[in-house]
């Protein structure tokens, strides 16, 4: 059965499906509108696509439009330099390749997902004026950074959910990735990554790598800009942050690894740390973790869950920490001899048998003692500072 070509409006944006130019020609492109900001197309019949006949539309004195392909048969693109799209999507397509003429200077967004697309378009680094690259759900296997480094107006670089098993960056000369903030490779299959390619990105704020088979990172990182480091996911069983400059990162992730101790060098590499999430490792109790943690003088939040520990020592000299999340680890023994009012901490699921909180730690610090042998309170009844434990004998669920 064959489908009518349906052309639906309302207000600015504008809905084209069942196409197909080769049958019913570009005459639906001309009723529409001219105030059209958004035109999408759905269920698009034709395999290659020159985003030229999209000058078949009318539009208002500026000229720019946003375009979406979706559902569609399209496996090959071209956009030539004097297309008039500003804003690029392409969802569940069959595409295989896309080029772009030198010199367009409207295209500040691309984004492709659901593609068939096995490599980066080379083209791309002819988008003078791309903000935000986007290819997700792809086949992309390797890539090149150095395609990039010259669009010095690209903040923003999503490459994750590929098959990326190879990162590299070939040099060039000159100033590169001039505003570049934020770059995604999660979702992939690395299992190695040169840290030195991030190096000269002097405005990078986020690095997200999870979700990979990263196993081992190569050489240092020396970037002041970075705030936030992603990590989780993978298959680290130990990583050495020894003559790193990541003196302004704020939010570090290393949960669900293997990780068997700290990280060697994470305290004096990484002072302004305020978010540290190691949970779901294989960290046990040994002399130096909870002295090691506490020199974090602006951590705020601390997830150490789902782990080996079977005691915490805590004295955080500057009084910074609110939150720690110790749940779901064999631990016996607490004790808490300096925190701020207000300081937290979740013992829930583990098998503690001492709690201990000293006078410098006022009745503002909370533990949560769910599903723990022991339950603890203050004595409210003489107003004092003396915290009392006892046997607890409910029957808990929660805990795995």
Known sequence: MVLAVLLQ????????????????????LKNVPNSVQYLNFR???????????????????????????????????????HTNITSLLLIDTNLIDIEFEPHNSMLKMLTIIQSQLRRVPDSINQLAFLQVLAIVRSLVDSVDLGLFCKLQYLHYINLMHNKIAFLSHSRTSGPEFLKLWDI????????????????????????????NRLYSLDGQLILSSLKKLELSHNRFSELNFCNWNVSNLADLYINNNTLRWLPVCIEETMPSVSYLNLASNVLSTDDSIWSRLAKFHQLTLLD?????????????ITLSSRYININNNPVKYINISMAINGFHVDVGCTTIEQLTISSMSSNETYTDTYCTPIRCSYNSEHNSNQLQCGKNVDECEMCI
């Open 9 to 28: 409006c309302e207000h600015v944006t504008c809905t084209i499906s069942n196409w197909t130019p080769s049958v019913e020609g570009s005459s639906v």
């Open 184 to 211: 995604n490779l999660s979702h992939n299959l690395l299992t190695t990554v040169r840290l030195d390619i991030f190096n000269g990105m002097k405005a990078l704020s986020t690095i997200n790598l999870s979700n």
């Open 304 to 316: 150490i869950s789902y782990n080996r520990l079977t005691s915490m020592v805590w004295a955080n």
């Open 43 to 81: 269920y698009l019949n034709i395999t290659t696509l020159n985003f030229d006949v999209l000058d078949r539309v009318r539009l208002s004195s500026d000229g720019a439009i946003e375009t979406s392909i979706e559902y569609s048969r399209v496996e090959q693109g071209y956009l030539s330099s």
